[in-house]
């Protein structure tokens, strides 16, 4: 099992800048990749960004020269930086991870979920 918490959502003006992060803890040694979903009320869950073991890196379109998506492995964390925010990124942001490394069980995990408001 692995636990996930989220953290550094909050309300900022447009133009602003936060950071998210996101603790894990419990079977680390499974996780494979860790990312970054949001939720607009209205909206389905969309992937946002996600980082891989080995480093590759997706992000959303819509976030490219924005957001930066990063892991600290010796803290088990991983961070989502968010630039230049818009309000149209305002959602509930959800860590996620995937649990896929060898000898262990596939599964996948979500955490709470963070508010992040971006005001005009």
């Known amino acids: 099992q692995v636990q996930l918490v989220e953290s550094g959502g909050g309300l900022v003006q447009a133009g602003g800048s936060l950071r998210l992060s996101c603790a894990a803890s419990?079977?680390?040694?499974?996780?494979?990749?860790m990312g970054w979903y949001r939720q607009a009320p209205g909206k389905e869950r969309e992937l946002v960004a996600s980082?891989?073991?080995?480093?590759?890196?997706y992000y959303k379109d819509s976030v490219k020269g924005r957001f930066t998506v990063s892991r600290d492995n010796s803290r088990n964390t991983a961070y989502l930086q968010m630039n230049n925010l818009k309000p149209e990124d305002t959602a509930i942001y959800y860590c996620?991870?995937?649990?896929?490394?060898?000898?262990?069980?596939?599964?996948?995990?979500w955490g709470q979920g963070t508010q992040v408001t971006v005001a005009t």
């Open positions: 996620n991870a995937d649990s896929a490394a060898s000898s262990c069980p596939l599964s996948n995990y």
């Open positions: 980082m891989t073991n080995g480093g590759s890196i």
């Open positions: 419990g079977d680390t040694i499974c996780i494979s990749v």
